[in-house]
Antibody
């Protein structure tokens, strides 16, 4: 059974850097074709795709947010980390990590809520 | 900036059929955009329904189907049930990066 769980601070101040960790089980991020991605959803708004990292360390980012985001993986710890610089109140959202394989983005974490406020 | 457009809202009667569509500002959608569809109910994380245009998951009810229609990706619900009332999102691939549509709020009334 594949599971993913997001963790990180629930409150950050504007201009700070946010670091979110996705800890997963039930699959290996060293297996061919497998990836882990991040998606967010501001309160009452639509989903927004952020970033994805593949088993071979190929990284993909949302073009509109690319300059602020970094995604990395630690295969030995079964973790993927998303770092976002220069946080702004508009970045307030629920952040989800997702498992990506041949069958699309098939398993989601429960999400973690991040509020950006001074 | 690429924009993916969905109908903001649709209403359907129980037992009816409804088609939700997803279009891209870059032009007609083909299978190479690998359309995905997700259902989200209030307070819940999104649930995947369709991937690669028309492939279903083991948990996807048979009344849901995906296709390409007139240059758009489509999610067709046949025999709509009250529990299908939800927000639906499409997701398209652009050379490895992905973009969500703005979502369609489906009301069953």
């Amino acid at each position: 059974q594949i599971t993913l769980k997001e963790s990180g601070p629930t409150l950050v101040k504007p201009t700070q850097t946010l670091t979110l960790t996705c800890t997963f089980s039930g699959f290996s991020l060293s297996s061919s074709g497998v990836g882990v991605g991040w998606i967010r959803q501001p309160p009452g708004k639509a989903l927004e795709w952020l970033a994805l990292i593949y088993w071979d360390d190929d990284k993909r980012y949302s073009p509109s947010l690319k300059s602020r985001f970094t995604i990395t993986k630690d295969t030995s710890k079964n973790q993927v980390v998303l770092t976002m610089t220069n946080m702004d109140p508009v970045d307030t959202a629920t952040y989800y990590c997702v498992h990506r394989a041949e069958a699309g983005m098939d398993v989601w974490g429960q999400g973690t809520t991040v509020t950006v406020s001074s | 900036q690429t924009v993916v457009t969905q109908e903001p809202s649709l209403t359907v009667s129980p037992g009816g059929t409804v088609t939700l569509t997803c279009s891209s500002s870059t032009g007609p959608i083909t299978s190479g955009y690998y359309p995905n569809w997700f259902q989200q109910k209030p307070g819940q994380e999104p649930r995947p329904l369709i991937y690669d245009t028309s492939d279903k998951y083991s948990w996807t009810p048979s009344r849901f189907s995906g296709s390409l229609l007139g240059g758009k990706a489509a999610l067709i619900l046949s025999g709509v049930q009250p529990e299908d009332e939800a927000e639906y999102y499409c997701l398209l691939s652009y050379g490895g990066s992905w973009v969500f549509g703005g979502g369609t709020k489906l009301t069953v009334l």
